[in-house]
């Protein structure tokens, strides 16, 4: 799974301070949690490729 790019909320002419506000905290959370599970799901990967590693390693 690779990173997408964030498109980060833009300020509309006329908009509400606040109604922009909540729309900036929405995206954050969403693409804060995907970044953070596809970090995890690589860490996971990761930690998976090290036991096997282990294993070759004591076989030989």
Known sequence: ???QEPR???PRDGG???DYMK???RFL???TQAAWNADR????EIEKI???LEQL???N
């Open 23 to 25: 729309e900036l905290c």
């Open 8 to 10: 980060v909320p833009v």
């Open 29 to 31: 959370r969403g693409f």
């Open 1 to 3: 799974m690779a990173y």
């Open 16 to 18: 509400r301070l606040m």
């Open 50 to 52: 090290k036991k096997r």
């Open 57 to 59: 390693e004591g076989g």
């Open 41 to 44: 799901m690589k860490d996971t």
